[in-house]
């Protein structure tokens, strides 16, 4: 039961745009491209509306009422009390006419719900209900407005309470199912493997005390029940609604997915959805999503309510899952599985699904109010992938394309955009120029480009696709990112060859832009065999000050692994070439003294070809197979499958490529890895950049830009030669600078690490 602020006692809680939403949405799915507001721009809509109003207007009003066992509350708009009339305010781009029926429809029953919340508020007889629509391009208002009364307010809405009752009843059951079933619910397995449960029971302690965790625990121990196992067990005291399990690959959520199997067992009732992107799920690729274009899309909602029922009581919703159930319903998979998302308990999808600027799941959970526990798996990941969410760049060659094949009113402001663009380089002597604003003339120019291609597209839906939209998507990313520019990030101009000029955002520290996501759930824990040093994941990430750490101890002992040093080695550019022979000495001499299988890392393909060729050159007998440039998953695989437990050889890699990590090969199938590089990114003119950014936030340049990102590598890399408690192995470290104190102090503690070969 919940009780409200009202005092009264309902026994399920929904938002009016929720109920709305079940109950009041019919006929076609349409996701017609239009160039619909940003959060932002429907923000500031709402504010412009409401500040167009006099000084009796009541703007964003709390309302809450009961009915039956069902408590639903919102927000509406705004009121005036003197002429008791209520407004449901909503923005659009383009012509009016086109928000289609079904949209409409939904909007009366928000407006009509509110209006009848407000009179049972005061007491009033009737009321007047608005919609009013503002055209963000012109600013102009349209309204439509009727008179209602109280008790046809009243109809009104408690047939859309009783079209819900009978699901509200259901989920309330499910809920207390849930929470009693996770109450009860007993550790999966026998018992907790070493550091397992240290994992888990900080993760408990951060979120009974809504802190965030950073936790650095080794791979084998079972991280992904460890870190779920406490959510669920304090799932009722947390008022928990929802955990969202996070990863950067697709083989995290088949990992995730397993571990929730497993916890299933113990509470039955328990609802996943697994979010996969559009593409990989999309029926019919290529279409456009509306009724007009998709068989899937047509009468979409009109079919959801018994895809939706039957999908609850499923509760197992992964891709496949949501396939069958789709196939059977005749209605898309992509939209069934957000539709899920509302009803279910996990929701395990990709990152950008919480942290990227216009996170579904995010605004969901801002949306609805939700209580929700994040999960981050592999959070070392997360770093990389924000700054790519929120960089963007232009290419001259697009913007080229996109002249030649837009209409004449179109071209005008594109050509001013080129303007402006050859402004900003015109001055430019070098190849490359990062600067802290973007100008102002240029940033007109994109606002422009934004304001009228939005326009059209608006008004000629059907002509929304090809290299002029496109290039629309990339014009408006660039400029909102050009909106929320600040230290955060660089404004970069490269010229290239003919054609090849480009403009970019480039994100450093992405912190501004997820701090937010991390406010809004009451607790993330962000995981990982390698997160480590924590400050520099706290400061980069943006996570709160009073974030935890957490460094479980490995459960591998220092004679597992034999880690060397080559102190006759050095990897540094200049000295690259005169090393190659002691490396592949090295190679050459670890594989006669113990045959078996080996992984060797390089910073680039072009040291690894290189070593390839002097080691084939030196010691021709010792099998080496070698990564390549842009593997297909075939070949990866293939490459892995080298690694046979009776297999003998060195497979040759790039460090931080796609064996660096992810990979497991427990037992003979690897007996060690040869590591010729610290994984540093290359120091140029990009990396400078970032370096003094890092260095004047931070005052830690170097560390957060070369030092900390390369070991991570470097470490990961390693971690894949011992993967369990009765492995064993060796780990040579080709180059001298390994043995220094500040690179020595971010290796594992448990490694005993011995100096080799002449300094
Ligand atoms: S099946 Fe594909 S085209 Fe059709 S609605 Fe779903 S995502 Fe859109």
């Not at 919340?117 to 209900?129: D, G, N, Y």
């Not at 955060?488 to 970019?504: K, N, R």
């Not at 406010?519 to 974030?547: H, M, Q, W």
């Not at 950014?693 to 011992?722: C, H, N, S, W």
Request: proline share 4%; aromatic share 10%; net charge neutral.
């Amino acid at each position: 039961m919940t009780e409200g602020s009202d005092g009264h006692t309902a026994a399920y809680t929904v938002s009016v745009k929720a109920l709305c939403a079940f109950g009041a949405k019919a006929g076609d799915l349409d996701l017609r491209f239009v160039p619909a507001p940003s959060a932002q721009e429907g923000i500031a809509g709402h504010s412009l509306v409401q500040s167009r109003r006099d000084d009796d207007y009541q703007s964003e009003v709390s309302l809450a009422t009961v009915v039956g066992d069902l408590r639903v509350r919102g927000r509406a708009d705004g009121y005036h009390p003197k002429h008791r009339r209520i407004e449901e305010i909503k923005t659009f781009r383009g012509d009016f006419d086109r928000i289609k029926a079904n949209h409409r429809a939904l909007h009366w029953a928000q407006a009509r719900s509110y209006g009848w919340m407000l009179c049972e508020q005061h007491a009033l007889p009737s009321i007047t209900v608005a919609l009013v629509y503002l055209d963000l391009d012109s600013g102009e208002e349209t309204v439509l407005e009727e008179r209602c009364t109280a008790d046809a307010l009243r109809e009104a809405f408690q047939a859309l309470c009783g079209r819900f009752a009978a699901w509200a009843r259901q989920e309330s059951l499910h809920r207390a199912t849930l929470a009693a079933s996770f109450d009860a619910l007993v550790f999966p397995h026998a018992g907790f493997r070493p550091g397992q449960r240290e994992l888990a029971e900080g993760v408990f302690r951060a979120t009974a005390a809504r802190r965030c965790l950073v936790a650095q625990a080794p791979t084998g121990i079972g991280k992904t029940i460890a870190t779920l196992f406490p959510l669920f067990k304090g799932w009722t005291a947390r008022r928990t609604d929802k955990v969202f399990f996070l990863t950067a690959k697709t083989s995290g959520r088949g990992v995730a997915l397993e571990s929730l199997r497993v916890l299933g067992r113990g509470c039955r009732s328990l609802r996943v959805t697994e979010l996969v992107a559009r593409e990989k799920v999309c029926e019919y690729p290529g279409r456009a999503c509306h009724g007009d274009a998709c068989p899937l899309a047509k009468g979409f909602y009109d079919r959801l309510p018994a895809a939706r029922e039957e999908a609850a009581t499923r509760a197992w919703l992964d891709r496949q899952a949501l396939r069958e159930l789709a196939e059977a319903h005749a209605v898309c998979p992509y939209f069934l599985a957000q539709e899920m998302v509302r009803w279910s308990d996990v929701v395990v999808a990709d990152y950008n699904y919480w942290f990227d600027g216009s996170a579904f799941l995010y605004a969901l959970t801002r949306d609805e109010v939700w209580r929700v526990s994040v999960l981050v798996d592999e959070a070392h990941n997360l770093l990389e992938r924000a700054r790519g969410m929120y960089s963007t760049e232009l290419t001259e060659s697009a913007l080229d394309t996109a002249r030649r094949v837009a209409p004449a009113g179109i071209r005008r402001v594109i050509s001013q955009l080129h303007r402006e663009w050859r402004a900003v380089q015109a001055p430019q002597t070098v190849a490359y120029v990062a600067g802290n604003t973007v100008p102002e003339p240029f940033q007109r120019a994109l606002q422009d480009a934004v304001a009228v291609m939005a326009e059209h597209f608006a008004q000629t839906p059907e002509a929304a696709s090809g290299p002029l939209q496109q290039f629309f998507f990339d014009v408006l990313q660039f400029s909102r990112l050009a909106d929320s520019f600040g230290s955060h990030s660089v404004f970069e101009s490269h010229v290239g060859v003919e054609g090849a000029d480009t403009l970019a955002i480039r994100n450093l520290i992405p912190a501004n832009f997820l701090r937010p996501r991390f406010e809004a759930s009451i607790g993330t824990v962000c995981f990982s065999g390698t997160i480590a040093p924590f400050k520099f994941y706290r400061d980069a990430l943006g996570l709160p000050d009073d974030t935890l750490s957490l460094e479980v101890d490995s459960p591998f002992r220092a004679q597992q692994l034999s880690v060397q040093v080559a102190m006759d080695v050095s990897t540094r550019w200049r000295d690259r070439a005169g090393s190659l022979e002691s490396l592949v000495n090295i190679i050459a001499t670890q594989f006669a003294a113990r045959p078996g299988n080996y992984l060797a890392f390089f910073s680039s393909f072009e040291h690894l070809d290189a070593a390839r060729e002097a080691l084939a050159r030196r010691h021709p007998a010792v099998p080496v197979w070698t990564q390549s440039r842009g593997m297909r998953e075939a070949e990866r695989d293939a490459f892995i499958a080298r690694f046979a437990a009776e297999g003998q050889g060195i497979g040759f890699a790039v460090l931080g490529g796609a064996f660096g990590e992810g990979i497991d090969l427990p037992g003979k199938r690897l007996i060690g890895a040869f590591v010729a590089s610290l994984g540093m990114p290359q120091h140029n003119d990009m990396n400078e950049v970032m370096r003094e950014r890092m260095d004047e936030k931070f005052g830690e340049g170097y560390a957060y830009t070369y030092l900390y990102p390369g070991l991570r590598k470097v470490v990961q890399a390693a971690g894949r030669v011992i993967r369990t408690e009765s492995d064993d192995g060796v780990l040579h470290l080709l180059d001298d600078r390994f043995a220094r104190p500040e690179v020595r102090r971010l290796l594992p503690p448990w490694w005993n690490v011995e100096l080799v070969g002449a300094a």
